[in-house]
């Protein structure tokens, strides 16, 4: 399946996540997280990306789908050494339901906790992830959002794919419902042979405000929350560092971290 490769070299960078979410782990806990759950897991490259890091850190990752676990073991895992291996889980579960293994840190990439469409099942997540978490412990939600990540439009990039050559992804926003506050996007991507591929990944999302998210962790049980926000220079313009914010500007669009502390 192609698309999951291209996916992982247009939208992932997993090295970010495991250098950076834990510093932020061990800033609220002051502890180092070495067990680590990855919802949403898709390819579980941040999960195999987790278990490199020391004989002591190891990874379950959660998708519903089997496609891309499948994928994840045939072409990620399977890279990784045997040790490594020994260390790295993969399971087919709705994350809406606890595990009986607990852990240090739960991370859900890519704005994934949008794809419930309600409080009650959001809630329901936020629950099970809470009781699968040791105390203290962390869940790390990537989020998104802003007028331009709602307003109907396309942005085009082009990267490289070892094996593939330069590939041109395009995101694709709909049209956003502000009464439902749901909307749906799409990542096509176009070969270098010309070969154009329509939909390769669909998300029907409930664009959820923060200050909505905060409110469920809390109702949830986790002890508080932060909001990981990026810094602007003096002209504005974003400087990728992220940091503890409790207030802010509306930028054109924004992609963040909120993580509940269990
Ligand atoms: C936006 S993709 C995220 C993939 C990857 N985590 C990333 O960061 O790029 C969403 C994934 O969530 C999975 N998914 C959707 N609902 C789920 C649920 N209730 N429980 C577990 N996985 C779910 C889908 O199968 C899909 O692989």
Redesign the pocket.
């Known amino acids: 399946m192609k698309k999951y490769l291209l ?1 992982e070299h247009g ?2 960078s997993p090295r970010w996540q495991t250098d950076y979410l834990p510093q932020f782990h061990q800033w609220l806990t002051r502890k180092t997280p070495y067990l680590f759950r ?6 579980a ?2 999960s195999c990306e987790w278990v490199k890091q020391s004989d002591r850190h190891r990874a379950l990752g ?4 089997p496609e ?1 676990l499948r994928i994840a073991r045939e072409r990620n895992v399977s890279k990784l050494t045997d040790q490594e291996k020994s260390r790295i889980g993969l399971k087919r ?4 339901t606890r595990t009986s293994q607990k852990f240090d840190m739960i991370g ?5 906790c949008f ?2 469409l309600n409080r009650k099942d959001l809630l329901t ?1 936020f629950k099970a992830a809470h009781a699968s978490l040791k105390k203290p412990g962390t869940l790390f939600l ?1 989020i998104a959002g802003g007028p331009g990540f709602v307003e109907p439009g396309h942005e085009s990039r082009k990267f490289s794919v070892p094996g593939v050559g330069k590939v041109e992804q395009i995101w694709e926003q709909h049209q956003y419902d502000p009464i439902t506050a749901i909307n749906d996007y799409s990542i096509h991507f176009r070969l270098p042979d010309g070969t154009w591929l329509q939909d390769a ?1 669909q ?1 029907h999302w409930r664009i959820w405000g923060i200050s909505e998210l905060r409110e469920a962790l809390q109702d949830a049980g986790f002890r508080k929350s932060v909001v990981l926000w990026e810094q602007v220079d003096r002209r504005g313009r974003g400087t990728g560092e992220l940091l503890p914010t409790e207030s802010a500007e509306l930028p054109e669009s924004y992609v963040a971290y909120l993580v509940g502390v269990k």
């Open positions: 996916y939208v992932q990855e919802d949403f897991c898709g390819t490259r941040i959660l998708d519903l789908d891309p579960q709705d994350v809406r859900a990439f890519n704005f994934s794809t419930f997540y990537e990944f998300y």
